[in-house]
């Protein structure tokens, strides 16, 4: 074993203990520490015996035994227990040396903790990490940001241990400073949020309007993962539908339809508001969870409330082929919303985002890995100003062929009864994106008749306000705050 260690790890939870062995099989020698002690004893001698991990029992220990600039990475709850043992860290840390936040934190708490250490000498490194369990030890997608400076002194561990493309290229590069690392994975999340919510859709589609068995599904599902929707979570899926309970039944028909969250769906859409950015598709796919947790509620409302009893008539495979349609198309208009909120923040911001670079970061290791990224960071190599994926010509031409597909879908799923906040709300944008003119002419009447908000008029330059006075009662007047 070397004589100190090349990074310490605090933490010793699932993503942690993955991500020591991963590191320690990379030819690295990590120190460990867990406030609760006997986790560090059970861990060196159970998974990390005869491993080159240091086990140690204090912070001063842990210190003790690393390299210079010390790399100490926290893997604990966000929020508070960072800022907890960034405090403790400190007397023990010399100018240089480098504290690193792989936890799911809100961007701002990296942005405050960077300029904070940064302002005692040290450096900071917040960084997005996805990929679960078995991509913490087999290779997940990094997403680093914070001080510039630390990063020649992580880029080798990071890049070595994280999911790698088909040529080699690691799933793993610098995203720019503060929290931008943190903001991307936010975004990453609430992508996830919005990929999940459409398979479920397409899954109750098949189950309550097709009356499709869940064998049946996992057939669908198997076959849509070896073509353009080959993806990790539609691979989970196919073999979650298999899946079978102790009495031979599918296993998913027994779980309890309530959805947890951690969060971060919620930041990514609370962030789109913040920015002024129509993030539709991810903000229903956090409303619906959050809809799924009224369970009570639910149960007593069905027992009063009646709608239509789910009937198809028609050919089911075609039927099929339109719901995989629907389902492409409403993945495309999640991953062009959300580039566009990661556009904004960087002008916000002052982050110099590589778009392309960001979808190979996502190819490999993380939860949304697929292969519909590599033609994402195809378009932004080719045009790294690119406003929206959807223009694209590739993405264009999906979507133009997916839209009878797709507007039968939501049709049917409306007249039957079927809820599909995603497909739904992702047809109206591509809707409302391709419209030239929107009925917010009306919109900009009505707040100029109640609060002189003022408006622009066609027939005259952008920048130009008028106010009428509707009612011959009120002035001449007109409001200073003009938001489009």
């Known amino acids: 074993m070397k004589e100190k260690a090349d990074i310490g790890l605090i933490g010793l939870a699932v993503m942690g203990e993955n991500l020591v062995l991963n590191m320690e099989s990379k030819g690295y020698t990590v120190a460990v520490f867990n406030r609760s002690t006997d986790k560090v004893e059970n861990f060196v001698n159970g998974r990390g015996k005869g491993k080159n ?43 240089g040396d480098i504290i690193i936040d792989g936890g799911n934190t809100h ?76 903001f991307v994975k936010m975004v990453h999340n609430g992508i996830e949020y919005g990929d999940m919510q459409l398979i479920c859709e397409a899954y109750q589609v098949m189950k309550d309007y097709l009356g499709m068995s869940a064998d049946e599904m996992h057939e669908v599902f198997k076959e849509w993962n070896k073509g353009e929707l080959d993806s990790y979570l539609i691979e989970i899926t196919r073999d979650i539908l298999a899946y079978k309970d102790e009495d031979g039944s599918p296993l998913v028909d027994k779980i309890l339809d309530t959805a947890g969250q951690k969060g971060t769906g919620k930041w990514t859409a609370v962030s789109a508001l913040d920015q002024g950015v129509p993030l539709t598709l991810i903000g229903e796919a956090v409303f619906a969870r959050c809809l799924s947790a009224q369970k009570d509620e639910r149960v007593e409302a069905s027992k009063i409330l009646s709608g239509p009893k789910p009937a198809f008539t028609g050919d089911r495979k075609a039927f099929i082929e339109d719901l995989r349609k629907a389902l492409l198309a409403s993945k ?57 994926l959807m223009v694209v010509e590739y993405f264009r031409g999906k979507l133009q062929d997916a ?49 002189a908000h003022t408006y622009e008029r066609i027939d005259k330059p952008r920048g130009e306000f008028f106010h009428t006075n509707w009612t011959g009662r009120g002035g001449t007047t007109a409001s200073t705050t003009y938001n489009v």
């Open 53 to 95: 991990i240091i086990g140690t029992y204090s912070l001063q220990e842990l210190v003790g035994s690393l390299k210079s600039p010390r790399k100490v990475m926290l893997m604990v709850k966000a929020g508070k227990p960072v800022d907890d043992f960034i405090e403790l860290l400190i007397p023990h840390l010399e100018p």
């Open 107 to 182: 961007f701002p708490d990296t942005n405050r903790r960077t300029a904070y250490l940064e302002s005692k000498g040290f450096l900071y490194i917040g960084t997005g990490v996805s990929g679960g369990e078995e991509g913490a030890l087999k290779g997940p997608s990094i997403m680093p940001g914070g001080s510039k400076a630390a990063w020649p002194h992580v880029k080798n561990i990071f890049q070595d241990i994280s999911a790698k493309v088909e040529d080699g290229t690691p799933c793993c590069d610098w995203v720019g400073e503060n929290g931008a690392g943190h």
């Open 332 to 388: 495309i208009v999640s991953y062009a919303q959300g580039y566009v909120l990661m556009k904004a923040a960087a002008e916000e911001y002052g982050w110099k985002l590589n778009f392309g670079g960001i979808a190979l970061m996502w190819r490999g290791g993380c939860i949304i890995r697929s292969i519909f990224l590599g033609k994402i960071k195809e378009a932004f190599d080719k045009d790294p100003n690119l406003v929206n």
């Open 403 to 451: 839209a009878p597909g797709w507007r039968n879908v939501v049709a049917q799923a409306i007249t039957n009864g079927i809820p599909t906040p995603a497909f739904s709300t992702a047809l109206a944008y591509f809707d409302g994106y391709r419209t030239e003119r929107l009925p917010a002419n009306l919109l900009q009447a009505q707040r100029d008749y109640f609060g």
